[in-house]
């Protein structure tokens, strides 16, 4: 389908606003009974702009009045742009100055004024001093530029100018970013008969395509896309900057409702502790104060929070800062999200920013340099810089979790990724891990010193048991394989084991002596040979520990013991009887290695536990790990 994209129109007075988006598209936005009694927008209401070019103007129409401020804030964050709506009759009301403070928090980049209701005023100088103070109230924000527009839902005056100017600045807008992670923030949720659950939103970074599968956070509610539809066509895919409504199946009775969040791939986390950059707007008259209440409002989502100023102890109106917010519960919030902020009393905007890290490991200690430093990299460095950053952890990060985390397209994740790789910044561990450079280094000598520690301990011990070190380092056994094949000029796993490369095992000569004695006493009796206990005694416990764990002798149950060369000879035996014979039994394997019957139950049932042989009622046969 053609570009399309979404525009918010604000302003005080309802029946202005509702009443040109009814002229401009012919669509009446107030879908309430009460709304259109009242002549007064509470909800959020939709229509849309077909322009000449074949495009589409999406329409969120949000509530102007001071009561529904809230509702307003669930439809204005996906959106383009915005057309503020200002009665001529009236000029700029205190909620005006409210929504303009919303439309900059939201980084919202384009503005156009419209000046209605034009027709109800003969004064032309009352109009040019209208216009002359909403000039000045732009003039101090990021909309000083925009155009003022005289226009009469009535008349007709002026309705021409307003759709060029529309379509002029749709036109000028980027192209929609598509980075395959499509994000629906759920702003209306409805039923029809024969269809079922419907929601709609503003899709951003991604397209929606019918049969996909999704998910909808916090609750990660699974579900299928059964059909879409932009501005009431339905599509087979929907792209992103368009108002879509979504049919849902697959549901069993979950509860769906504005704030949740649908995603392609349930990949946007839900969290309860975030760190942002916050601006405290310069109209205030409240010092923002460390561990305040306030109301979070994040795309189509609300909830409480309290707030934990990171690097001062209060800010000023027209201050910014970092805040980290503990929601009082879940949402689902990406790195990049908008948010505002609220009191509830009196009830007024007081600042917003963007979410800098929706998973912060932790409670962060208050004015930690380092802490901060990190979030400013985070927010405000160049995509080299963010990955290098996020990069930088203990152990080494999946490069797919590395992509997700850093909120980059593919191409823009690609190129940065692969200008770090080749300055050596950041290294590759692996076909599936990367770690920032000094991260990896500094990584590699904590398992050096490790291992130097556990030898000058046990130096009769092979190497540090694989799983302990696993645990030491606070890592998947995936990632310590990768990063111990980056060592392999140092570092070897021997079994279990992991051990430094010149580590060997070194006897005393009474020790040496001592095992030269035991095996000549297996050599003696090779099926009846000294059990455990009795070998520990002739060589003494840690020496015997040491030759277990060298692989000299195979202990298969627990006084039964064989040396390495005999219990290679009786596996090969049994298997050999059992191709011959068709099976074997426990009185054959002991006539055939002339042995006990303990003995010979000891090596078959430690055969049955490792898939050589399988027991068949008294009988065993080929286990399905048997070699061929």
């Given amino acids: ?27 009446q936005p107030d879908r309430l009974p009460e709304e259109q009694t009242r002549q007064l927008t509470i909800d959020l209401g939709f229509a849309w702009l077909k322009l000449e070019d074949g495009s589409t103007i999406g329409i969120v129409d949000v509530p102007g009045h001071r009561d529904f401020i809230e509702n307003m804030l669930a439809g204005v964050g996906g959106i383009d742009a915005a057309l503020l709506v200002i009665a001529a009759d009236e000029g700029v009301m205190p909620q005006t100055r409210e929504h303009l403070s919303i439309l900059h928090l939201l980084g919202i980049p384009h503005l156009i004024v419209a000046l209605t209701k034009c027709d109800l005023v003969d004064d032309e100088e009352w109009l040019t001093l209208v216009e002359l103070d909403i000039a000045d109230l732009l003039e101090s924000t990021t909309f000083a530029q925009a155009e003022i527009i005289l226009v009469s839902a009535h008349t007709g005056a002026g309705m021409s100018e307003l759709r060029a100017s529309l379509a002029r600045l749709m036109s000028d807008l980027p192209p929609v970013l598509d980075r395959d992670q499509p994000r629906l923030p759920i702003d209306r949720v409805f039923t029809l008969d024969g269809f079922g ?50 049919n849902l199946s697959g549901l069993r009775g979950e509860k769906l409702r504005r704030g949740q969040l649908l995603s392609k791939r349930g990949d946007v986390p839900a969290t309860q502790l975030v760190d942002a950059h916050y601006e405290h707007l310069s109209a205030n008259t409240l010092v923002l104060k460390h561990n305040m209440a306030v109301k979070v409002f994040a795309g189509a989502a609300e909830c ?50 963007v ?16 802490r901060i430093q990190l979030l400013q990299t985070r927010r405000f460095g160049n995509p080299t810089q963010k990955i290098i950053q996020l990069a930088n952890t203990p152990t080494p990060m999946r490069t797919s979790d590395l992509a997700a985390a850093s909120g980059l397209s593919s191409a823009e994740f690609a190129t940065a990724l692969e200008q770090t790789l080749a300055e050596r910044r950041i290294t590759s561990i692996g076909a599936d891990y990367v770690q920032e450079t000094n991260a990896h280094h500094q990584l590699q000598n904590r398992i050096i010193a490790f291992l130097k520690e556990f030898h000058q301990s046990q130096p009769l011990s092979t190497g540090l048991p694989a799983e302990e070190l696993r645990h030491r380092l606070q890592c998947t056994g995936a990632a310590m394989h990768a990063i ?32 030269d004695q035991l095996d000549e006493a297996f050599q003696h009796q090779p099926s009846l040979p000294p059990t455990s206990k009795e070998a520990a005694e002739q060589v003494g416990a840690e020496v015997w520990y040491a030759l277990l764990e060298r692989g000299d002798y195979v202990q298969v149950a627990a006084d039964v013991v064989f040396a390495q060369r005999d219990y290679a000879e009786f596996c090969s035996a049994v298997l050999q009887i059992i191709d011959r014979e068709g099976s074997l039994s426990v009185r054959q394997l002991r006539d055939q290695l002339q042995t006990s019957r303990k003995y010979a139950i000891a090596l078959l049932e430690h055969l049955d536990e490792k898939g050589i042989t399988k027991r068949v009622g008294d009988e065993r046969i080929r286990g399905p790990l048997a070699p061929g």
């Fill in 1 to 27: 389908m053609a570009q399309a994209r979404v525009m918010g129109t604000a302003g005080h007075v309802d029946h202005g606003k509702s009443t040109l988006v009814q002229a401009l598209t012919g669509i």
């Fill in 197 to 246: 659950t419907i929601v709609t939103g503003t899709l951003r970074n991604g397209s929606l395509r019918v049969g996909e599968e999704i998910q909808i956070a916090p609750q990660q509610i699974r579900a299928r896309v059964r059909a879409l539809q932009c501005y009431e066509q339905a599509v087979e895919e929907a792209p992103p900057g368009a108002r879509v409504a979504v």
């Fill in 304 to 353: 409480t929070a309290r707030l934990r100023l990171l690097g001062t102890e209060q800010l000023a109106p027209g201050e910014d800062g970092w805040l980290q917010l503990r929601l009082d519960r879940a949402l689902a919030l990406a790195e990049g999200d908008r948010y505002i902020l609220r009191i509830p009393s009196p009830a007024r905007t007081i600042g917003g920013g």
């Fill in 484 to 515: 111990l094949a980056t060592m392999a000029s140092r570092v070897s796993r021997v079994a279990d084991r992991v051990k430094l490369n010149e580590h060997e095992l070194r006897f005393t000569p009474e020790q040496l002596k001592r095992i």
């Fill in 355 to 370: 979410i800098v890290d929706p998973l912060p490991q932790r409670r962060w200690k208050r004015f930690s340099g380092e």
